[in-house]
């Protein structure tokens, strides 16, 4: 089955930088990619997702890039604020199992420092 | 857009009693829901898969005995978590989309103790 690998576990920035998450998935099938952001206690949010038909899409300062051929996505968050402080979560599914199926990768700790 | 709602939002229950935890669509329907449990500090780890009018498909390693889940109508599933122990304390989150090709939006969850 799919398998998604998510890297930092946690990342450390000043606001108004950049940050960037990485995850890598194994199953060549999965064609939707979703980003969530969790903060402690409540519901991940969907802040993003992307169809393995484009290979890069935005909203304001959130990015996400999808390479099919190496099986990776990532996550691009510019002028980072306070209020971006979060767990952020990937996920991967495929047709052949369910479109909203979804494997999470293991999440990554943002810390936007003022 | 579409809007999930989970109850309770909190409960502390002894080992040994059961627990019911319902996910409502409040302004949609879904013929399919599903369940996650995801323990501190951790990923959102899929229990199962939440079918109207036909029996839950659940992923491997969860006990469907323990976990049962029901979804009688298209607005509505509830999962009971039977016998409860220490163990079984997590959060619980239910998800649903609108439609079979849309995103999925999650409840608010279910924080689980059990003592």
């Known amino acids: 089955g799919e398998n998604v690998e998510q890297h930092p576990s946690t990342l450390s920035v000043q606001e108004g930088d950049s940050a960037v998450i990485k995850c890598t998935y194994s199953?060549?099938?999965?064609?939707?990619f979703p980003w969530y952001k969790q903060e402690l206690g409540k519901r991940p949010q969907l802040i993003i997702d992307i169809r393995s038909n484009v290979g890069e899409k935005k909203d304001q300062r959130i990015a996400v890039t999808l390479n099919k051929t190496a099986k990776h996505f990532s996550l691009h968050i510019t002028e980072t604020q306070p209020e971006d402080s979060a767990v952020y979560f990937c996920?991967?599914?495929?047709?052949?199992?369910?479109?909203?199926?979804?494997?999470f990768g293991t999440g990554t700790r943002l810390l936007v420092s003022p | 857009g579409a809007v999930v709602s989970q109850h309770p939002s909190r409960v502390i229950c002894k080992s040994g009693t059961s627990v019911k935890i319902e996910c409502r669509s409040l302004d949609f329907q879904a013929t399919t829901m599903f369940w996650y449990r995801q323990f501190p500090k951790q990923s959102l780890m899929l229990m199962a898969t939440?079918?109207?009018?036909?029996?839950?498909?659940?992923e491997q390693g969860v006990e469907k005995d323990k976990f049962l889940i029901n979804h009688a109508s298209l607005t509505l599933s509830t999962l009971t978590v039977t016998s409860a122990h220490p163990e079984d304390s997590s959060f619980y989150i239910c998800?649903?989309?609108?439609?079979?090709?849309?995103?999925?939006?999650f409840g608010n969850g279910t924080r689980l103790t059990v003592t």
């Open positions: 199953d060549s099938a999965s064609n939707y």
């Open positions: 996920a991967a599914s495929n047709p052949n199992t369910g479109f909203q199926k979804l494997v």
């Open positions: 939440s079918n109207e009018g036909s029996k839950a498909t659940y």
């Open positions: 998800s649903a989309g609108d439609t079979s090709n849309s995103p999925l939006h």
